[in-house]
């Protein structure tokens, strides 16, 4: 990895670990105050999941190249996108192990390592930054699944935004 991609990298960690500690100054939800680690962590990965998720979507449709080359064709920014998600996966299991045991939160944690290993790939080497794109893709989905989470920690489930 280029010293540049490490900064990227470690910026990225920086950024996202900054959310949680802001997160506890401002009220949580009363029904979701018992978890409310959970409650950072999930609005801190909503963070993550709408700007690669959006960064990732844009990318391919603004450089289709790397979906016709996924190894070799890549714009610079794209680089970036994926060492700024290594980042986030990082400081999201620093997160998780901080407030859980690694008992509770093993299958997550093997997740992260498996995300980070894959991404770290494509950034120690520089290739394979494409199929990177590809799998950020997945991240539209977490968007949903990151607001039903928030929705069913604050008990509105009843609400029309959730059904």
């Given at each position: 990895m280029a010293p540049w991609g490490l900064l990227v990298t470690g910026a990225s960690f920086a950024a996202f670990r900054g959310p949680h500690w802001g997160l506890q100054l401002l009220p949580t939800p009363e029904s979701a105050a018992r978890d409310g680690w959970k409650w950072r962590n999930i609005c801190v990965?909503?963070?993550?999941?709408?700007?690669?998720?959006?960064?990732?979507?844009?990318?391919?449709?603004?450089?289709?190249?790397?979906?016709?080359?996924?190894?070799?064709?890549?714009?610079?920014?794209a680089l970036i996108l994926a060492e700024m998600s290594v980042g986030y996966f990082l400081a999201d299991g620093v997160h998780m192990l901080w407030n859980q045991t690694l008992a509770q939160a093993w299958d997550l944690f093997c997740h992260h390592l498996v995300v980070v290993s894959c991404l770290s790939i494509a950034v120690w080497s520089?290739?394979?930054?494409g199929f990177s794109m590809v799998s950020l893709l997945l991240e539209l989905n977490s968007i949903c699944l990151h607001l039903r989470k928030l929705l069913l920690l604050s008990q509105?489930?009843?609400?029309l935004t959730f059904t």
């Open positions: 990965s909503l963070m993550h999941s709408l700007l690669s998720g959006a960064g990732a979507l844009l990318g391919l449709s603004l450089y289709p190249q790397m979906a016709s080359d996924p190894i070799h064709g890549h714009p610079p920014w520089g290739r394979y930054v509105q489930t009843s609400s």
